[in-house]
């Protein structure tokens, strides 16, 4: 498993990552063994980075975790990251210490850590970007050992950029993949020059880079894929991307004739995102130990030909470019 340096935490970890919201909620149900016996799994290979949040199962994908590095494998050297700030209403004048501490206690309890390894705020309203409290709020937390490192999850590119701007900040969360290239403008140079890490979320588009989708695919009442595709529960660039389902379907088509001998259309896609400059981590979630160990190997895959990324830039700027790079 190659590995990355993750921005200005300075720790090292597997460049392919474990995204755990689907052992929380929002994906159907997954049981407390299958989600244990993802996590093994995917530490087994390799896997040294998970990634998760304090609403996911409203803190069950921290507790597995939690109980995982407690009982299962207390040897392994994980890193964990956490989010943190949508318990609340998405107010900027929620985002204060008061909150911080609440929120991380929460978490510090549910994954069973005295110091959090990074802490991200989870995708707030694009004021709280811009607020120096909010940051000198999170560098009290490190002072008084909550948390060791703080990040950002976003949803545009300009909630990044403004985060890259504040020195204290280690990391930038945000949706990449072949379906969504706009930080590829931006965003990934000026976090190279920032030494910020990039982690790299919804690198599947949902699943949509599978290429295992149709028409007929029926996804279960609780999966977003079904119940947010119109952006009615949270921001609908979460859910394929923003993708409208029967052009990604057509796009994924494509994407997979690009695939090379030896790899799946996923690993295709979780390679592509884990071998651009400045990316420290891509975190692809898993239901099974399959699609665990298939994720992981993407991650020592050879480097992708100068024609595989000529084909993305070209199925983007077809197919996908006019709906999303705007809005993103």
């Avoid at 119940?227 to 994407?255: C, I, K, P, Y």
């Amino acid at each position: 498993m190659h590995k990355h340096t993750l921005g200005r935490t300075g720790r090292t970890v597997s460049v392919i990552g474990l995204g755990t919201w689907q052992l929380g909620a929002d994906w159907g149900a997954v049981s407390d063994a299958d989600g244990a016996a993802v996590l093994a799994a995917s530490a087994d290979a390799g896997i040294t980075f998970f990634d998760t949040a304090d609403v996911y199962g409203d803190g069950r994908s921290e507790r597995l975790i939690g109980h995982f590095l407690a009982h299962d494998d207390p040897g392994a050297a994980i890193t964990v990251a956490t989010k943190m700030g949508r318990r609340a209403e998405q107010l900027p004048e929620n985002f204060v210490l008061a909150n911080f501490r609440e929120w991380t206690d929460r978490s510090r309890t549910n994954l069973g850590m005295d110091t959090l390894d990074l802490v991200q705020l989870h995708c707030p309203p694009s004021a709280v970007f811009d607020s120096g409290e909010v940051y000198d709020a999170l560098d009290t937390l490190v002072d008084e050992g909550a948390i060791s490192n703080y990040g950002v999850s976003v949803e545009t590119c300009d909630q990044a950029l403004a985060a890259i701007s504040h020195p204290g900040v280690a990391t930038v969360q945000i949706i990449l993949n072949a379906f969504r290239l706009k930080p590829l403008d931006e965003v990934l140079p000026a976090a190279r020059a920032a030494g910020v890490g990039i982690i790299a979320r919804v690198p599947l588009a949902s699943g949509l880079l599978t290429g295992k989708y149709s028409r007929e695919t029926v996804f279960a009442e609780s999966d977003h894929r079904n119940f947010n595709r119109d952006g009615s529960h949270f921001d609908v660039g979460e859910t394929f991307s923003g993708v409208d389902f029967e052009v990604g379907l057509q796009a994924a088509t494509e994407f997979a004739a690009l695939a090379p001998a030896g790899l799946t259309p996923a690993q295709a896609a979780l390679a592509w995102v884990a071998q651009i400059d400045g990316v420290s981590a891509v975190i692809p979630g898993a239901r099974s130990v399959g699609q665990a160990q298939g994720n992981a190997a993407a991650g020592v895959a050879e480097p992708l030909s100068l024609a595989f990324n000529e084909g993305v830039q070209d199925i983007y700027d077809r197919l996908l470019r006019e709906q999303i790079h705007p809005r993103w």
